[in-house]
């Protein structure tokens, strides 16, 4: 049997071919199967167009008075930010609302003599979130995230740094579960 010399090389430029056109059909299909696509880790379905953040509010006898105000403007920042929704003041698509119903510093990691080595500042907020598109994705959740902070620090010296923090957080938690559905 003889071989030819560029039989192999003929084989491998049409297998290279091939592939490179596997890759852009699976890439076109995966961008465009569903209609739900997103570069910023939203899944969120094309149809939903905008986004109503009713103002939390404070259900809790702790925390600065301002807190409330607070997470309302990081919710609205971070859609805005991280989807293409209109802000609506009213009957968006989605809709957030509910209350700060948790602010609590408890003792955490306890010392051999019956002392804290460090205390614990948790935030908990209560979201109703209503999806006017798909009832299924309605939900009526508690979100919570904690800072922990020295024992030597009292909750006023640390406050103004940790409640960005937490806050932060709990967005972040908020928006992966609503626009993110994770």
Not at 90 to 95: K, T
């Amino acid at each position: 049997m003889i071989l030819k010399k560029n039989s192999f090389k003929g084989k491998r430029e049409r297998w290279k071919a091939g592939f490179i056109l596997f890759l852009f059909t699976l890439q076109t299909a995966l961008y465009t199967s569903c209609g739900i696509y997103s570069f910023s880790g939203t899944s969120l379905s094309p149809d939903i167009k905008s986004v109503t953040v009713v103002n939390f509010t404070m259900a809790t006898a702790g925390g600065p008075s301002n807190m409330a105000l607070q997470f309302n403007e990081k919710m609205k920042e971070y859609y805005q930010r991280n989807t293409s929704l209109a802000l609506l003041p009213s009957n968006g698509d989605l809709q957030l609302e509910g209350n700060i119903s948790g602010y609590e510093v408890i003792p955490a990691a306890p010392t051999a003599n019956d002392q804290a080595a460090l205390n614990r500042l948790t935030i908990t907020i209560q979201v109703k979130f209503t999806n006017n598109k798909d009832e299924e994705k309605n939900f009526d959740q508690s979100f919570s995230f904690f800072k922990d902070f020295p024992q030597n620090q009292t909750l006023s010296q640390v406050e103004s740094r940790l409640i960005p923090q937490i806050l932060d957080q709990l967005v972040q938690d908020i928006f992966n579960k609503t626009a993110g559905d994770w």
